[in-house]
């Protein structure tokens, strides 16, 4: 079943391929994935909603996974699959290190689906497929304001922030999406950052890794003496599930309690963290449906395939520093603990099947 909230938009815009396939109809897709961790996304959520949407249309699928985040792995992938595909759909874990492997499908016309990441400063990305960071930014950061009540408290509040990898482009954006929003507050000092770890080359969380920023968070509580009984620590900013589930790792160590925590934000509605949620833990988490990404990426696949018009909602693009690059974007929803239920479950999102 589909999330009852429409949360598609199409634009009548109309992008005219002038790419073509060998095999007009069923074509060889390679899917480029960052990582293989078994809890996260891009394993057993988006990697399968691809695979799933694509061989219904009648096309062949091959999955790279690049171990854990691994840059060079994922290089070396992708080059295997610009040799044996006809589409690529690729998650890069650094946004501008495989331009040598882009060029070369570029020069064997082969589409390239920038899928949830774009891929920087290159020609060679027909599509971008995913959501609007910057507006994940403003969201996360919105909803902290209101949280704390920032508008009308006399008292400052204390936050801190755990971004995602810097070489993801999505970093960059939910990053000036947050400040866009909590600038005005940091500078007439109702909200400080104790840390002062306000760049994105110190508040980053390499890799996305839960360890990292569970041991970042540890060092921070140690240095600023946040506790349930000491420092007040009133909101954690993080760009993702994993890096939400980190922080909360560490505060849950330091004696915090359900109830009592900080707004905490996240990304993802991955099921740990969903559960996080329903326990009052962690506050919310921004939902991207995988779903509706994977259908979107086959549906262009399949139009291309067949040598027709593809239509997007953003055709105008998205700028990725070399050229604006036509784009399908799919609206978000913030997820709390008052709307998981249809949100997630009644959308058979969670499923009894899935929920671990
Ligand atoms: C980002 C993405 C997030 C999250 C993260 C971890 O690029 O925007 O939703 O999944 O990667 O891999």
Same mark, same amino acid.
């Given at each position: ?277 329903? *326990? ?43 050229? *604006? ?13 008052? *709307? ?17």
């Amino acid at each position: 079943m589909r999330l009852t909230k429409k949360i598609l938009s199409f634009g009548i815009g109309a992008v005219l391929s002038s790419f073509c396939v060998t095999n007009a109809e069923a074509a060889k897709v390679g899917i480029s994935m960052p990582n293989d961790h078994l809890q996260l996304r891009w394993f057993s959520s988006d990697s399968v909603y691809l695979k799933d949407e694509l061989e219904k249309l009648g096309h062949e699928v091959v999955i790279t996974y690049a171990g854990d985040n691994d840059i060079l792995t994922q290089t070396r992938q992708v080059e295997n699959l610009v040799d044996t595909c006809d589409f690529l759909v690729i998650v890069p874990i650094d946004s501008k290190s495989l331009n040598y492997s882009l060029d070369k499908a570029y020069k064997k016309k082969i589409h390239v689906i920038s899928y949830d990441r774009m891929l920087r400063d290159t020609k060679s990305v027909s599509y971008y497929v995913g959501t609007d960071s910057k507006q994940i930014g403003s969201t996360m950061a919105k909803y902290v304001v209101d949280k704390l009540r920032l508008m009308d408290r006399n008292q400052p509040a204390n936050i801190e922030i755990f971004a995602g990898d810097i070489n993801d482009e999505n970093t960059i954006d939910i990053d000036y999406g947050v400040n866009s929003v909590l600038r005005p507050f940091f500078e007439i000092g109702k909200l400080n950052i104790l840390s002062h770890e306000s760049a994105l080359k110190q508040n980053q969380t390499v890799k996305w890794s839960k360890q990292y920023a569970r041991e970042r968070m540890q060092r921070l509580a140690k240095e600023q003496g946040y506790a349930p009984k000491g420092k007040k620590l009133d909101a954690v900013i993080a760009f993702n599930d994993a890096t939400a589930r980190g922080v909360i790792d560490s505060l849950r160590k330091l004696g915090y309690k359900e109830g009592y925590y900080p707004v905490i934000t996240g990304q993802d509605c991955n099921r740990l963290s969903v559960s996080l949620i329903e *326990n009052d833990v962690q506050s919310m988490s921004i939902f991207k449906d995988e779903r509706k990404m994977a259908i979107e990426t086959a549906r262009i696949i399949d139009t291309l395939s067949k040598k027709k018009m593809v239509t997007v909602n953003h055709p105008e693009g998205i700028n990725n520093g070399f050229k *604006n690059v036509p784009s399908q974007l799919i609206d978000v929803v913030v997820v709390t603990k008052d *709307n998981v239920k249809p949100v997630l479950y009644d959308s058979g999102y969670i499923t009894e099947e899935n929920a671990e």
